[in-house]
């Protein structure tokens, strides 16, 4: 009997085909804008993780509150020891110390005259050290446009927008005027290396990488630092272990002294995640309440879909039904059978669009959506390439929608087998 | 044997509500069929002929009085027992002939026999004597769209007596067929009567049916009016 009925689920079209079609696409996008919504989100957090936050920050506590301005005066000093103390009690974790700055950068014409001169804001990473992190981190090689990587002192990688702002090319030289850690002003030159695309739209506008012990020269900062990121070894935030380090670390410093015998320790360091900083928080709170509301509206106009599908797809075969009823099978089943077909057809679609949603979101995931052109006036820091992000529930999400609303949808319109007299069921055929 | 009650039905009545006035029909009809006959329930549409025809193979319940078919009183079958009556001893032919159209000549008849789980090499024998029985046989791996309306009656018949019942009711078996073929399908019933000895029940308002059977009863507005048999044989043995 199951061969018999699973022959002709095969053959009839309307009732194998179109309905394994109409699971198969709905899981496939929910599979697919499940990922794509998860990567979109990642990406903004992770780019903000490697240019601003890292996974975690230390900073000392007055750096701390004022972290939006980049207050150098306040930052870091002695940062060796720190370095070490770090590295020695959280040895999972990449440690690397930074300073973020400003100022203008001007650029000479052969006769030393001002050419050119924008205002740059600056990011100074250890470039020089042969096991930086940060070239993992940053991607600096695989982001260089023109040129070539730092490997002397004296140079710096400009964004590839502000170089062609600045008419500059790697070779050039370009005076760098800021103002030290202790307010004097701070005139350095140095040279391009090469010019570098961080893949958001922002920076490539307007920024510099500098090696770290040039800006703490220029800066009057030596063995300071604006920061110290620490970044997890699969480069993968993880709130929960972010939370328990910075816990236990913040407690160990809650009583340090101060530089200062009036202040309260202001100078102490004391670590943050992405979301305890810049109002990150609040952000990331509605960005999450958001996604899930759309995947939410998206997970249940599928299955509403589904649902009909399954329906329709019942109430048009009451007449076959009813010629199997008059020969002489039972309602009960007739209804298991129409079940089973649909739990059948649910599991192929969902596995199908489940595997087709995964590896189109992979393929997203490995090469990502380039969407710069859309964002050539953009001020914010958003990524230029999208990318979808596969987690474990992209593998459920579209799945169990997939099965259980077309079951579902075939389960309410097979009661009607039962509802109706018989006789009433039987008259479908002359319909 | 051949004389025992195989239907019965006494004062037997279904009421159908027509918003505030309702319709009995049939009504209280009081009937007793035989094995072997050839019988037609005749009158015009509205008299309560499907609808006994319903009772009679326990898709209907009614909503007074009794029906016994078989020994058995139908309102008192549970559905598994109505499906049970059905599965074994009562054949089915309709109107719009209702072949499963996703299936073969073969696999429709074959159907019944599945269902009464009939071990696979006697169902090959079966379904073959069945469409032997029809005229059939050189189409059994036809779909039913590639059928004349004829042939695709005559499977239907094929499918309603491979199982060897008892009872085969017939719902205006010929209304979509042309005169030849509906002379055709009754000849083919018609012997089927006489060499297997099935009961035939059908409900019809075609001159053409009529005039094969033995045993003819007229409703009208529900009631039987006339119970007329036959001494003349049948059309398609003279």
Known sequence: MIPFLFKG????????????????????????????????LSSLLESTAHYSTGHIRVMTKAYAKEADQNPNDLGLLGIDTLMTELRRLYPDLLWTPRIKFGGLLDIPDEKGETRA??????????????????????????????????????????GVDLAARLGIQPGDTATF??????????????????????????????????????????????????????????????????????????ACHRNDPGDSPRDTGAFSPVMGTPRTQSGLSDYLDYVDVFSGVIMGVFV??????????????????????????????EKEHVYVSLQAESLMIGFAGAVAGTATGLAAAAYTQAHGFDIGSVLKE????????????????????????????????TTISGIGIYRRQTSELFKELET | MQNSALIKTENLEKTYSLGLTSLKAPDDVTLTVTRGEFLGLVGPSGSGKTTLLN????????????????????????QKEAAGLRNGHIGFIFQTFNLLPVYTVYENVEFPLLLQGVESSRRRQLVEEALEWVGLADRA????????????????????????????????????????????IMRTMVQLNEELGTTFVFATHDEKVIGYLKRKITLIDGRISKDERSDQPPLAVR
Request: charged fraction near 15%; avoid cysteine; glycine fraction near 10%.
């Open chain 1, 9 to 40: 689920l095969l053959r009839d079209r309307s009732r194998s085909l179109f309905p394994f079609l109409t699971v198969f696409a709905g899981v496939v996008l929910t599979v697919f804008l499940h990922a794509w919504l998860n990567g979109v």
């Open chain 1, 117 to 158: 001169q924008a205002p740059v804001s600056g990011m100074a990473v250890d470039l020089l050290s042969p096991d930086s992190p940060e070239w993992r981190i940053l991607n600096i090689e695989n982001a260089i446009v023109q040129g070539r990587v730092p490997r002397n002192r004296g140079e710096i990688l400009a």
């Open chain 1, 177 to 250: 005027i800021s103002s030290t850690m202790y307010g004097s002003m701070s005139v350095m030159n140095f040279v391009i290396a090469g010019t570098v695309r961080f893949g958001i739209a922002a920076m490539d506008k307007a920024t510099v990488i500098a090696d770290l012990a040039d800006i703490q020269q220029a800066l009057d900062m030596q063995g300071g630092a604006g920061e110290i990121l620490g970044f997890f070894a699969d480069d993968l935030y993880h709130e929960d272990r972010a939370n328990a380090v910075t816990a236990v670390f913040n």
């Open chain 1, 300 to 329: 249940v106009a599928m299955s509403i879909v589904l649902w009909n599908a399954g329906l329709t797809g019942s109430l048009r075969r009451y007449g076959e039904f009813g010629v199997r009823l008059a020969i002489g099978e």
């Open chain 1, 378 to 409: 953009s001020t914010m820091m958003l990524p230029n390439i999208i990318r979808a992000r596969i987690s474990p529930f992209s593998y459920v999400i579209g799945f169990l929608p997939g099965l259980l609303a077309t079951f579902l949808g």
């Open chain 2, 55 to 78: 009772i009679i193979g326990s898709l209907d319940a009614p909503t007074s009085g009794t029906a016994e078919v078989l020994g058995r009183r139908i309102d008192s079958l549970s």
């Open chain 2, 141 to 184: 791996d036809s779909r039913p769209v590639q059928l004349s309306g004829g042939q695709g009656q005559r499977v239907a018949i094929a499918r309603a007596i491979v199982k060897k019942p008892e009872i085969v009711l017939a719902d205006e078996p010929t209304a979509n067929l042309d005169a030849a073929n509906s002379h055709h």
